[in-house]
């Protein structure tokens, strides 16, 4: 099993600040989770960079 990994979406992008969206779960689906959060509710296309940005962005475990 995977260690937990954690997303916080206001500490993800300046554009992201306010929001208080925040996915706990195995990285792979923590990774889904929140790149399906920040397209819908921010606007951020799916590309290589954006996933990588947000695995940098991962706490925990």
């Known amino acids: 099993m995977d260690e937990q990994k954690?997303?916080?979406c206001s500490n993800f992008s300046g554009q992201t600040a306010s929001c208080l969206f925040t996915a706990t779960d195995e990285e792979p689906r923590v990774i889904e989770i929140a790149?399906?959060?920040?397209m819908a509710e921010h606007g951020f296309m799916d590309t290589p960079e954006l996933r990588?940005?947000?695995t940098d962005s991962l706490t925990g475990g």
Do not use: E, G, P, S
């Open 52 to 54: 990588q940005q947000i």
């Open 35 to 38: 790149v399906d959060h920040v």
């Open 6 to 8: 954690t997303f916080t």
